[in-house]
């Protein structure tokens, strides 16, 4: 006898609904001359780790977590170590 074929309707597929968020965490990085730039990464300890070398630098960091759908809320803000 033939094996029978896999149909739409025998593949129920994955019915798993988390979604993996790859910039759960943004940092808006801004320059004192102007320029400014973006990191996103799921990694807490990572982005406050960059937050705080740009800082460091120079550069105000604005450090944002996702509150869904592609809107971000600014919780700090970082500013650049003036007392060197």
């Known amino acids: 006898m ?4 896999g149909t739409r309707a025998n593949n129920r597929g994955n019915h798993n609904t988390s979604v993996s968020t790859p910039d759960r965490y943004r ?3 801004t ?3 102007g320029a400014q ?3 996103g990464t799921s990694d807490k300890a990572r982005a406050r ?3 705080r070398s ?3 630098s120079g550069a105000t ?3 944002q977590v996702l509150a869904g759908w592609s809107v971000y809320r600014t919780t700090h803000t970082y500013a650049p170590d003036v007392h060197r």
Request: aromatic letters at 14%; zero cysteines; a positive charge.
């Open 54 to 56: 740009n800082s460091n």
């Open 49 to 51: 780790a960059v937050a």
């Open 31 to 33: 320059w004192p001359h």
């Open 2 to 5: 033939a094996r029978r074929r």
């Open 61 to 63: 960091v604005d450090f």
């Open 27 to 29: 940092l808006l990085i």
């Open 37 to 39: 730039s973006t990191f």
